[in-house]
């Protein structure tokens, strides 16, 4: 054995002076270890003195520096001051070799982080994704895309207040939405070298909603705004009530949006079926005491003011944008099957137009449901335009929109005031208004269709008859659903969220608890552009009521090619009247049981052509459940905390007899 060691040790010490290093005398081992020169990353490293615990060194960088040089962006992250000192995140992509380009604005509590698509790729057209109407503009046309985290969300500091109101009566602090992108915009024209000092904005729904609140006071670089399906009034027809009938959904919403700053925290379920989720809890209230929503701010506002007071009309931008001039121009995009915020921008639309003789401001109208203008435009549902409307509109309105207000670029001829895609012929219209119906020559005519016995719909009222009206019983322990069970609208099949006002409306139909009226099938092509206005003489047995109303083309029996559409019940329009705001929406009053009335309601606008051989449908029900809350049918205070005994059956009556019986008022454009 010892003379085994001492020859491995002289071939050790022949080899190290092989190497140039001096040979060790053969002998016992000295104490200590050798030098075995510089450590490498992640080797152990020897101990420096007797007794010392051994180290392994950690492998994670200190401060990473990403190397992106074949990069065709730059991503660049800044904390925005605020003129309060709170600062916002906000995250800036600029393309490679950008030089004098605009910036595209959105301001989103949706998380900034969270709107793009493969944030680990190197091509700026992955980042976008399809998740940015803008993707096109910032990847083939050298824009710079700056989306910002809202106060309080996510990235940014501050507190989050739901559709933060305007400074004043709502809101006593000195900050607001405004405030808020005039600062922004202000830091990005000094911080963004590779800018032209001009910027754009954009946005759907809430990002929407944010895009028109910079309308107020306006920074001066702010040169055009594209509000795409906004929220503007959240009681009248948006998101959180229509006219009065509550949208359940809105306490998921304000619970996923406020129980964390990240939203991190969703909504917990049950049932696999909403229906069955939503009439187990009995009302709305009792559901959001059982989700713990007497923690989120939000929650308690919607069950606190479920009139139209001036807690809602104090927000409503369509109003407060009655009294700013019209200094940016402004294209409103409109969603014909908006299943979210169908309300708000035409109702913008209608306020600023008349104040703007300098043709600042712009309408676009395609068949989309909410935020499809991102997305295919091929169809909604089975209903298809036989083209990519979306692209359309990227490429033709869009596009040429900004490139003109901020590039300079022409303003092409093709670019009208008002952009409208018919339904039913699958065109777009230019026209110099809204609504005109074609670009000249033509006017519009209010014509009524009267609801008559037998479930006919026809151009004159029918003479009186005994009894005069249909009836049906509505019974809150039965809603009718808004579409076909289960409703389970996180699927991604026919019956989901974005496509349910197109859904086929013969489910219901066969219901005893749902009112049909139809026309003959149409021997001429009858177009509608505007708002129809149902007009229904009802009664109730009880003291209260919801009234659903929908205008339906009803699809000939057989259709060739596209077969399974025969017989089609597509929804043109619809919407839905709580009965105790029939006559103001600020002051409910009880229905006086068994005595008629007329209810009044403004339907969505449409821009609609019924074919030859279809014909005009028209439906009343008294739920469209679980997407809004059940009235009990018996006047309470406050429905949002019925209790079970307050939900009772009512006979309800639909008058459809002589001159003062239901019709609806058609927009029917005329040459």
Known sequence: MASSLRLVLLCCAVLAGAAGTPPAS???????????????????????APGAPARLDSELARAFAPRTDRFDYTRREAMIPMRDGVLLHTVIFVPRGAERAPILLTRTPYGADQRFGDT?????????????????????????????????????????????????????????????????IEWLVHHTPESNGRVGMLGISYDGF????????????????????????????????????????????????????????????????????????????EMARLH?????????????????????????????????????????????????????????????????????????????????????GFSVGPIAFGSDTAAYFRRELLKPFFDHFLKDEPLPPGLAPVTAFETGTN????????PSGCADGCRIDHEPMFLQPGGRLGTSAAAPAVPGFDSYTADPAKPVPYLPRPVHIEDDGAHSWQTWLTS??????????VLSYASPPLTAPLKISGEP??????????????????????????MGRSAALGGYQLMVSADILRARYRNDPAHPAPMPSDQRQMLRLALPTANHVFLP???????????????????????????????????????????DAGPTGSFIDLPVVRR
């Not at 206005?533 to 057989?558: C, H, Q, R, W």
């Open 210 to 285: 944010t895009t028109l609140m910079a309308l107020f006071h306006p920074h001066p670089a702010l040169r055009a705004v594209v509000p795409i399906n906004a929220m503007v009034d959240g009681w009248r027809g948006d998101d959180w009530f229509h006219n009065g009938a509550f949208r359940q959904d809105s306490l998921v919403y304000a619970h996923d949006q406020e129980a964390t700053r990240g939203s991190t925290v969703k909504w917990w379920s049950d049932h696999y079926d909403d229906y069955d989720t939503w009439l187990a809890a009995g009302s709305a209230g």
């Open 427 to 434: 065109a777009w219209r230019s026209l110099a208004s809204w």
């Open 26 to 48: 053969p002998g016992p081992a000295s104490p200590g270890p050798a030098s075995t020169g510089p450590a490498l990353p992640g080797t152990a490293t020897p101990g420096t």
């Open 504 to 513: 086929d409306q013969r489910e219901v139909a066969s219901r005893t608890d």
């Open 120 to 184: 680990s790729s190197a091509h700026l057209s992955a980042v976008m994704g399809d998740h940015d109407v803008a993707d096109e503009l910032v990847t083939r046309d050298n824009y710079i895309r700056v989306i910002q985290d809202v106060r309080g969300k996510y990235g940014s500091e501050g507190d989050y207040v739901m559709t933060r109101p305007l400074r004043g009566p709502l809101n006593p602090t000195d900050v607001d939405h405004a405030t808020d992108t005039y600062d922004t």
């Open 533 to 558: 206005v149902a007009n229904i003489a009802a009664s109730t047995t009880g003291t209260d009521g919801d009234f659903v109303f929908k205008l339906i083309d009803v699809y000939p029996e057989e």
């Open 292 to 376: 713990g929503l007497d923690q989120v701010g939000f929650a308690a506002k919607l069950m606190s003011h479920p009139s139209y007071d001036a807690f809602w009309q104090g927000q409503a931008i369509d109003k407060l944008l009655q009294n700013e001039p019209v200094s940016v121009p402004t294209m409103l995009v409109h969603s014909l099957w908006d299943q979210e915020d169908i309300f708000g921008n035409i109702a913008v639309y209608k306020a600023i137009k008349p104040k703007d003789p300098d043709g600042k401001v712009y309408l676009v109208i395609g068949p989309w449901f909410h935020h499809q203008e991102r997305l295919d």
């Open 613 to 655: 051989g279809h014909r005009v449908m028209v439906q009343i029900q008294s739920s469209w459940f679980p997407l809004y809350d059940r009235n009990p049918q018996t006047y309470v205070k406050n429905i949002f905390f019925a209790k079970p005994g307050d939900y009772r059956r009512a006979v309800v009556k639909v008058f």
